[in-house]
């Protein structure tokens, strides 16, 4: 059974450009969310949404950054214009609530080079 | 403010022998714990959890442990496997918001052969 499913796997854009990235989750999971991963911060969580509605986007880190879902299988994370200290690598995750607490299942992420 | 830590960027330790990573918070209000594993190029994988109400929980090799009062947890992996080597990451939420979850810096073990 797929996993959760980002592309590209690989970017490489020049400063001021815009930058999206997508991200399939596992088919019957209802929560999705973006995390970028830096050697500063560490995985730092940018927004999350429950059936498709953002639910907390208190850490996207300014305007430039925005989050769309526009159905279950599919979300896409947008930046522009890019800056160089965007350079991250972006992840994508995906979970169901059945009960309480479950463990998020990652994407392989999305490494993002701004020139 | 990161509120978990991971202060050991990088742990090695001999095969067969115990690996101990070590996490720690801040924030009191966090009641779920859990240890992601991460190869490199991939997604980080769920290891293993704790809630508040247990002060240890065991999955084979891998046994978690919860001091609240010190708020610190550690990830106890007996015998370590040179296929152990990863970067390990912590993460805790609260019920307030139990989706959210903040995670560590990462440790990277090197299990040696």
């Known amino acids: 059974d797929a996993g959760v499913i980002q592309s590209p796997r690989h970017e490489v854009t020049e400063m001021g450009q815009e930058v999206t990235l997508r991200c399939k989750p596992i088919s019957g999971h209802d929560y999705l969310f973006w995390y970028r991963q830096t050697m500063m911060r560490g995985l730092e969580l940018l927004i999350y949404?429950?059936?498709?509605?953002?639910?907390?986007d208190s850490g996207m880190p300014e305007d430039r950054f925005s989050a769309k879902m526009p159905n279950a299988s599919f979300s896409t994370l947008k930046i522009q214009p890019s800056e160089p200290r965007d350079s991250a690598v972006y992840f994508c995750?995906?979970?169901?609530?059945?009960?309480?607490?479950?463990?998020?299942?990652f994407g392989d992420g999305t490494r993002l080079s701004i020139l | 403010d990161q509120q978990v830590k991971q202060n050991s960027p990088s742990l090695s330790v001999q095969e067969g022998r115990i690996s101990i990573l070590n996490c720690d918070y801040t924030n009191s209000m966090f009641d779920y714990f859990l240890w992601y594993k991460k190869y490199p190029a991939e997604g980080p994988t769920f290891l293993i959890s704790i809630s508040s109400i247990k002060d240890k929980n065991e999955d084979g090799r891998f046994t978690v442990f919860l001091n609240k009062s010190a708020k610190h947890l550690s990830l106890h992996i007996v015998p370590s496997q040179p296929g152990d080597s990863a970067v390990y990451f912590c993460?805790?939420?609260?019920?307030?918001?139990?989706?959210?979850?903040?995670f560590g810096s990462g440790t990277k073990l090197n299990v040696k052969p």
């Open positions: 949404f429950n059936n498709n509605v953002p639910i907390d």
């Open positions: 993460a805790a939420s609260a019920m307030t918001n139990f989706n959210k979850f903040y």
């Open positions: 995750a995906s979970s169901f609530l059945v009960g309480g607490n479950q463990p998020q299942h």
